[in-house]
């Protein structure tokens, strides 16, 4: 009994939902049940990765999404197709994109399975006239919409600035996360099932509500929309009208999150560090989306914690058998993680 209370007092302390307060250094500590799978995802003969940060899975569960940067950090100029389809050996079936998107960073593949990406444009100098989108295409790589100008940044109803990632609602309707690095649009936009604008919230700040770099975004079975607001180190919880309904600070500083239909929440935390949310470390934090106790860390496979750009898993996704995908910016690879036999 004394063991399992004192396992129940950490996770309550590993699982308090704070409001601004000092983050607990027990994150850093949760078990982690998992091992690593290097090499899962091979790419095509004289290929190499680029940066990534977009992963999905498709619905049956098995195969996997992945769009990378052209073996560099930028497509501009590449005949490579960006959006690659993997079976479950790790193999490509499918690949489509090429000359179409600039700089994949976020990643949803909806009910019908059509694969939808937010281009956010980059740091990398770029010609004019491309990004600023979100495009929606078939699984058979055919555009079928584009939300936003292309090469037109904005903050209107029909324009974007560096948009981070997109989801679509069970009932159709899409939702943006706006706003790649501060001080862009820092907001959620949300559309119709046909592309028409029906409401935006958030603008920059540290507020409730309001965003530093909206950059991911993920709905529970409740239906509640989850938004990593990473510069300001949490995850805000809202309605689909944009009410506020919590902000967890447990989950590090989230670059990219994934719900499954278990309600486990994966957090992937790619830059905290010493200069960037002080007391906590990188990698990904697995917990429950109903009540935010983290229950698991898989840590970041790289040893260096100090205050250097981004490592670790920057996007994450969850097959139907439970195995995590971690798709890394700045090492360039895709990590499979899978439990470790008991």
């Known amino acids: 009994m004394a063991a399992i209370s004192i396992r129940r007092a950490a996770l309550l302390l590993v699982g308090i939902l704070t409001l601004g307060a000092t983050p607990v250094l027990a994150q850093n500590h949760a078990p982690n049940p998992y091992k690593t799978v290097e090499g899962w995802a091979k790419l095509p003969e004289g290929r190499v990765w680029g940066a990534t940060s977009a992963v999905y899975p498709a619905n ?34 499918r690949s489509f994109g090429a000359g179409q998107i600039t700089w994949p960073h976020g990643i949803f593949v909806d009910a019908e399975d059509n694969v939808w990406i937010a281009d956010a444009v980059g740091y990398v100098p770029v010609p004019e006239g491309v990004g600023h989108t979100v495009m929606k295409f078939s ?15 904005g903050a209107g109803k029909d324009t974007f600035t560096k948009p981070s990632d997109v989801l679509v609602a069970p009932n159709g309707d899409i939702f943006v996360a706006d706003g790649h690095e501060p001080p862009g649009n820092s907001r959620i936009v949300k ?3 046909n592309g028409t604008f029906i409401k935006e919230w958030g603008g920059i700040g540290g507020d409730t509500g309001e965003f530093r770099d909206p950059h991911a975004l993920a709905m529970d079975s409740q239906g509640r929309l989850f938004v990593g607001d990473r510069h300001n180190s949490r995850i ?9 309904l919590a902000t967890w600070t447990q989950f590090g500083r989230p670059s990219g999150l994934f719900i499954d239909k278990n309600d486990i929440l994966y957090s992937a935390d790619s830059e905290s560090n010493a200069g960037r949310n002080p007391g906590w470390k990188r990698g990904i934090r697995i917990g429950s989306a109903k009540d935010g106790f983290v229950t698991a860390f898989i840590p970041d496979p790289e040893p260096d914690q100090d205050n250097s750009g981004t490592s670790a898993a920057e996007g994450v996704a969850v097959d139907a058998a439970g195995n995590i995908y971690g798709a890394e910016v700045g090492p360039r690879a895709i990590k499979k993680y899978v439990r470790k036999k008991r």
């Open 191 to 193: 559309f119709d099932k």
């Open 236 to 244: 805000q919880i809202f309605t689909q009208d944009g009410e506020h």
């Open 60 to 93: 049956d569960g098995k195969h996997i999404w992945i769009a990378e940067r052209c073996g560099a950090n930028l497509c501009v100029g590449s005949d490579l197709d960006p959006v690659m389809l993997f079976d479950t050996k790790g193999n490509v079936v």
């Open 139 to 153: 699984p058979e790589g055919k555009l079928l919409m584009r939300l936003g100008k292309e090469g037109v940044a």
